[in-house]
């Protein structure tokens, strides 16, 4: 037995673990915080949300192993194809995308529905690691670097027409891979300009057509939320925020599950703020941990993910490829980043943002997303142990 896993699970056994746990104790709060809702829009079955939930991770570790067993170098020529079609991609989702939230994030390919931010996310970071890799040998030209900074820029700003807070998780996830990647600083400081130019740019546009009458993207959203965290009337119009809007309330609701909890929880499924918390099992899940598991259980999930990315980080300097160890560092400080500022929004240290927590949120496809993230991650430790194997056989 313990051969055949070792056979079939290749690759970082501690993020094989990692992975597990977070899935369990997935489907611990995602039952609790769902059984609510689920029984009153599933005419009382109130562990229909957890079935669900419990197909989508199933089918995450499905794609996870299956992603994991392929040569991770491949990954190179279908991002480089899917880079030129991204564009297109959100264009798309703004123009014929599915409203949810109050805005199109959503589109419909084939039958399948997703977020074109995750897409775009996964091919910008596994396009910037193979770019940068191909130039670690030899001196960075302008063309190239200038290249690099275009693409960063263009599709951070346009993935934050209607995503804006995965627009600045992308931007820094992109800026510390081409740190990593020894981007000589100048360029560092271009390539941040260009997506905090692009971000702002958005942003003031948005703003001021929402002031004409005319919506575009979030811009008056993202005010609307930053005012109802630091309770100023920005663009003074005499109101703090959106009334009709529930910002506050979830912040409110979230700070009252955060306090029932206290140092260890008050049980498993007990859950009171599930009631009252809209999103609880997504946006908002890591409040229902605080509630439920205390301060013990927070802990507990936070340290995770840094064990997650202390791995990511560890397996840059077991990998002799760069593409490898960037392609590390880029796709685990991508979701370990969300899943941080997840927590720092439900513990209120920041604004309303809609980001969920990877792998512990319920989801279809961010859980797909996710999957194939983590699988590219253990391709590439994959392929450093079986060049280990193959030396010591020779």
Not at 124 to 150: D, E, H, P, S
């Amino acid at each position: 037995m313990e051969t055949w896993l070792k056979d079939k699970l290749r690759g970082d056994w501690q993020i094989w673990f990692i992975i597990v746990l977070l899935s369990l104790f997935s489907m611990l709060v995602v039952y609790s915080a769902s059984t609510a809702l689920a029984y009153k829009k599933a005419g009382g079955n109130t562990e229909s949300y957890l079935l669900n939930h419990t197909g989508h991770l199933l089918l995450g570790l499905f794609v996870i192993w299956f992603i994991h067993r392929i040569d991770y170098t491949k990954y190179a020529g279908i991002s480089r194809l899917l880079l030129w079609i991204t564009p297109v991609l959100l264009i798309y989702t703004y123009l014929f995308g599915t409203t949810v939230g109050g805005t199109k994030r959503w589109i419909n390919l084939f039958g399948i529905s997703f977020q074109s931010s995750d897409l775009v996310r996964l091919v910008l970071i596994t396009n910037l690691a193979a770019m940068l890799a191909r130039r670690q040998n030899v001196q960075y030209t302008q063309k190239t670097l200038m290249g690099l900074i275009f693409w960063c820029g263009i599709l951070c700003g346009m993935l934050a027409i209607t995503n804006f807070s995965t627009a600045v998780i992308l931007g820094v996830t992109c800026f510390l891979i081409m740190y990593m990647g020894r981007v000589p600083g100048k360029y560092l400081f271009r390539m941040a300009a260009a997506v905090v130019g692009a971000l702002i740019a958005v942003l003031g546009i948005s703003v001021y057509l929402y002031s004409k009458g005319v919506e575009f993207g979030r811009g008056q959203v993202v005010l609307e939320r930053i005012e109802a965290f630091i309770d100023v009337d920005i663009n003074r119009d005499k109101e703090i925020g959106n009334p009709d809007r529930d910002d506050a309330f979830q912040k409110e609701q979230a700070m009252i599950a955060i306090a029932r909890g206290g140092i260890i929880g008050i049980g498993p499924g007990n859950s009171f703020q599930r009631n009252y918390l809209p999103e609880a099992f997504s946006d908002y899940i890591y409040a229902i941990i605080v509630e439920e598991y205390g301060m013990l259980g927070a802990i507990f999930v936070m340290g995770l993910y840094l064990w997650l990315l202390y791995r990511g980080l560890k397996n840059v300097s077991n990998t002799q490829r760069a593409f490898g160890g960037l392609l590390c560092v880029g796709l685990t400080f991508s979701i370990v980043f969300q899943a941080f500022i997840h927590m720092f929004i439900n513990v209120g240290l920041g604004p309303v943002t809609g980001q969920t927590l990877p792998l512990m949120s319920m989801g279809g496809t961010s859980i797909l997303f996710t999957a194939t993230a983590i699988g590219i991650v253990l391709s590439v430790t994959k392929g450093e142990y079986d060049d280990k194997e193959k030396a010591l056989n020779a």
